[in-house]
């Protein structure tokens, strides 16, 4: 099945360390900026649908033995909304249960304006401009 | 390690008992008489104190183990003379014979163990450890002993493993499931610690120091509350066990529930695994989900069985579980909770029945598995 590439928001909307949610051919997506990369999620946990956008962005706790803390990651996790389930933005891939439970990840990218108008693409809410940058999903 | 010795080698378990297959009790009672019967074994120093304080004429029975609660002892257990699990014969004729397991593990619970005066539970354990051994231990040899801890002290107990670890007819060592802390505090781990080192469980009775009450915003008004809260009390343990790290610290170490009634251990680890997932950054030690650390670690003994009548509820447990490995058969002799021999909760037809009756404790008693002395 081919894929559309949607443009979703222009580069400036998503500054690096933020999300945003956006609705591209009915389906709710979670769009992340990891350090200037974009990754997007679902925006539907597998437990029970709760919000990822609007969940707590982490980084990765990890201990190699009682009372050794230390975080890794910052940044790469985000909490569910609802009950806490830590799903790394990059793959959507759950923490505590990486072989059963992973939310649904989409390719995310970023694309000059140029290079869209040429086609074929899908910008259902606001004008792609030449000088601008954009990002796209595929889905 | 006497290992590969050209003897012949009894092992835990051989011979069939009552029901069809060889058996390990890992559970049964013997009771300190009187604190007469110890003195022999006390120093100069402690024996004076015991005569002139008059501790020699008190029972240091324990509260959660009231002689005279029909729990205690069932009436045919009850020798004429004295409380019941005294009596080594009776456990001769009623375990070891009655049910023809090879092997039967002795717990002692003693009220030594709690003292506010940790040297003088650390003396009384000791004493009562040599009273074991020679009192029951040299006297049958189809018996082994978990060793009775001074837990207000966890470095004086852990001492008492290192001391008695050379006697390999202890085979565990004894905490009471409510104790001073919650179980998996850093406070017991030397206790965990030396056990690890030796290749021994720590059994962790139904029993409270009553240092705290078993229901946790305060205490009852009857025996039927605190009995009953018993089960309770693991569920604590449980959670402590796993979420203080306990099991990453000491990846060894196995932990054996004595009398903990079984059945409650399905639902607490559904509702632990469930808030672990939401909260896990709080104890990122525990890198798997609690039930699979608890599957791999904790083992139960079978009596009591909480059910409805003669529901076998076993199976259902151990697909709960997903495992067979965790019930260790027990009569929990004297006390009091079936009649006859009917102290298993589970066809002994059943494919499980070999692993509960017997497999089980011998991988999780490594000791049971060398030859007799």
Known sequence: ?139 | MAQGAETTVVRAGDGASVFGSPAVDCDAHIVVPSIKAIMPYLDAYWRQQFLNRGIDKLSWSLTSEAPNAPISGRPDWRPAQGKPGTDLAMLRAAVLDGFGVQTAIATCLWGGAVLHSEDMSAVVCAAVNDWIAAEWLDKEPRLRASIVLPLGNPDLAAEEIERRAGDRRFVSATMLVAGETPLGKRHNWPIFRAAEKHGMPVAVHAGSAYHHPMMANGYGSYFLEDYVAQAFAFESATLSLVSEGVFAKFPNLKIVFQESGVTWLPACLWRFNKTWRGVRAEVPWVKRPPKDIVRDHIRLTTQPFDEPDGARRLERFCEMLDSDRMLLFSTDYPHWHYEGTDALPLDPASPLARRVLRDNAMETYPRLTEATP
């Open chain 1, 1 to 139: 099945m081919s894929k559309t590439r949607h443009v979703v928001a222009r580069v400036d909307d998503v500054p690096p360390g933020t999300r945003k949610k956006i609705a591209v051919a009915g389906r709710d997506i979670a769009l992340f900026n990891l350090g200037g990369a974009f990754f997007a999620l679902g925006d539907k946990c597998p437990h029970e649908s709760g919000s990822l956008c609007a969940g707590k962005v982490v980084g990765l706790a990890e201990a190699d033995e009682p009372g050794r803390y230390r975080l890794s990651r910052d940044g790469e996790f985000v909490k569910c909304s609802w009950h806490g389930w830590e799903f790394g933005i990059r793959t959507g891939q759950s923490w505590c249960d990486p072989a059963n439970t992973r939310a649904r990840a989409y390719e995310a990218g970023v694309e000059r304006g140029a290079a869209l108008v040429k086609g074929p693409y899908v910008a259902d809410t606001f004008p792609v401009a030449v000088e601008q940058d954009y990002i796209v999903i595929d889905l």
